[in-house]
């Protein structure tokens, strides 16, 4: 457990390292040897100062806790001191808390207004300019007439409870009348003949509907056919298929691409072996050498003639020529070939999708023909229902009249009675919620209240902690005041033989520890405790070493860790040493 701070370039420190262990933990050292600019470096880690060292471009601080490990990057731009990286205390309202009432060095803004006598006000208050309480106000505020209007929606419901009720006892009624009157129309004797022309009626139009729905799938189908018929056969008259057939003109020119291709490879064979006899002089391997003054003679090795070397050569050069001439001849067929390779490509494509077409409007126009007919018999079938429903509509009519005016009462009132009971059923469950909104409302009031009073209230338990502060140091420290205390404006006011006193007339300790103290009761009204884990001490020359030890020893426990600062002579102070003998400081170079 514990903390490790590596520290470069940052405020006196040029380079340095320490460790930090829970409890208290005191920096003993001599002036300028780095011990306000240790602090420094703890405020720049927690992410609320970035003191780079003069004349450096660049700094940094890591500090390493058994959560994790937070860097912070100082960077010199255009005369600016710009900070990045991952501070301990990433929110700003934790930022603003600590700056105030946990960083307490000589540059804390409290126990500078007190030295210099002026107003707390602003600084005791000023971390409730970034709780946003009027914003905070204003979302509760729109939350609560969300839950007024549902309040008033449930006690809408409940008021509407009793007249729906009583629609749903007399609907109730008025359906159980309508069920005896149906039984009743179904005793007469002939109450069978009607049921089974009433079901056949039912049947047939059942019947007539689905016979409706097949024509309308069957019309639909008939025209996406026509549709498709249309276009592929537009298609198929502008196809143009190429009645020339290509092979045979392609296979005869393949034939003498592969004779030149046969014939330049001998030649070629002919001309190399015949050139290496002459280059490499070779000569005598096949044929006699007739030397003489003016060159040499040679039997030619193929036909016997007397030749010389150079007719030789020039024999081998028309060699050469012809087969220059053969092989530029052969890409002439190679291009030839591919022409005719890509035109047969055309016209087969072309066949083959013209037969596709062919294929595809036969099938099409046999498909057609097959759902016209259904179509037509459907169409029949559709008008022998219209038939016979006629018919037995007109058979059954004045009978039915009332059995179907019975029956759609019947429905309508079975629709109306579930309708009207769902409605009550809804009345009930929002009436239901009054309860439970009345006290949503009840609290959101509640914490309006509470952030309308939050000002008063922080202002209060500053000024409680203070006074509860001020009678623990009282009781602690020899003071020449006899009580302090803060005003509803947050103005200092000592006392000393019963009277009030100026603070012109304290000392430098009592000063010291006012400022302290005053900035401690922040610390307890705002709980920066619970957020800020470090409290630091720093310039604290005005205290004695007794009264520096009472100090620490007043401050024990209100952080997980305490680090201050102090001078050699006070070594009888308890807490954890840090030592800075090993670090590089700015002060080193101005020393003796």
């Known amino acids: 457990m514990g903390w490790e701070l ?49 004349n450096a471009d660049a700094g940094r601080v890591e500090l390493e806790t058994p959560d994790g490990t937070h860097v912070v990057e100082l960077e010199r731009r255009d005369g600016t001191v710009v900070s990045s990286g991952s501070g301990l205390l990433s929110d700003e309202y934790d ?91 179904t005793e007469p004797d002939d109450a069978d003949g009607e049921e089974a022309e009433r079901e056949e009626l039912s049947r047939l139009r059942a019947e007539r509907s689905r016979t409706e729905r097949r024509v309308d799938r069957l019309s639909d189908a008939v025209e996406r056919i026509e549709g498709t018929l249309a276009e592929l056969r537009e298609e198929r008259e502008s196809l143009t298929v190429p009645e020339e057939d290509v092979s045979e003109e392609l296979s005869r020119i393949r034939d003498r691409r592969e004779s030149i291709r046969t014939d330049v490879e001998l030649l070629r064979a002919v001309y190399s072996a015949n050139r290496r006899v002459l280059t490499e002089g070779r000569v005598e391997l096949l044929t006699d050498r007739d030397r003489g003054l003016l060159g040499d003679d040679v039997a030619c090795w193929l036909c016997g003639t007397e030749t010389d070397e150079e007719s030789l050569r020039e024999r081998l050069e ?54 016209e007919e259904s179509l037509e018999s459907a169409r029949d079938h559709r008008s022998e229902l219209d038939g016979r429903i006629e018919s037995l509509e007109e058979t059954v009519a004045e009978r039915d009249e009332e059995v179907t005016d019975v029956a759609s009462d019947l429905a309508r009132v079975e629709t109306e009675l579930e309708e009207r009971r769902e409605e009550l059923e809804d009345l009930e469950r929002r009436a239901d919620k009054r309860s439970t909104l009345a006290d949503e409302r009840e609290a959101l009031s ?52 019963g009277r009030t006193a100026s603070l012109d007339a304290l000392s430098e300790g009592e000063l010291e520890l006012l400022g302290i103290v005053a900035a401690l009761a922040g610390h307890e009204a705002f709980e920066v405790g619970e957020d800020v884990p470090v409290l630091l001490l720093d310039r604290l020359g005005g205290l004695s070493a007794g009264n520096l030890s009472t100090l620490v020893e007043y401050l024990d426990g209100r952080a997980e860790y305490l680090v201050f600062t102090a001078y050699p002579e006070h070594d009888a102070l308890e807490a954890s040493v840090v030592d800075p003998s090993e670090w590089d400081v700015v002060s080193a170079d101005a020393s003796p």
Do not use: C, H
Not at 11 to 36: F, L, M, T, Y
Not at 347 to 369: H, S
């Open 318 to 371: 028309d060699l050469s020529d012809r087969i220059s001439e053969l092989t530029a001849e052969r890409a002439e067929y190679d291009d030839r070939v591919e022409e005719l390779e890509e035109r047969r490509d055309r016209i087969r494509d072309a066949t083959k999708r013209r037969d596709e077409l062919d294929r595809r409007i036969g099938d099409l126009e046999a498909k057609l023909a097959d759902r």
């Open 446 to 497: 509640e914490e309006i209240e509470e952030l309308r009073n939050r000002k008063t209230e922080m202002k209060r338990r500053t000024r409680e902690a203070f006074d509860e502060a001020i009678a623990d140091l009282l009781e602690r420290f020899d003071t020449s005041f006899e009580t302090a205390r803060l005003t509803s404006e947050f103005e200092l006011v000592v006392a000393r033989d």
């Open 6 to 54: 590596t520290i470069e370039n940052v405020a006196g420190i040029r380079e340095g390292s320490a460790r930090i262990d829970p409890g208290n933990n005191v920096v003993r050292a001599a002036n300028w040897q780095g011990k306000s600019s240790f602090l420094q470096a703890i405020e720049t880690a927690m992410g609320t100062a970035a003191p780079l060292t003069e």
């Open 95 to 185: 930022r603003i808390r600590a700056d105030l009432y946990a960083f307490l060095d000589e540059d804390n803004a409290i126990r500078d207004a007190v030295r210099r006598g002026e107003d707390l006000a602003d600084l005791l208050t000023r971390p409730l300019e970034f709780e946003n309480i009027e914003e905070r106000i204003a979302e509760l505020r729109s939350e609560r007439s969300s839950v007024d209007a549902e309040l008033s929606n449930a006690e809408d419901a409940a008021s509407r409870l009793p007249s729906v009720q009583e629609e749903v006892t007399r609907l109730d009624a008025r359906l159980e009348e309508l069920r005896e009157r149906r039984e009743s129309l």
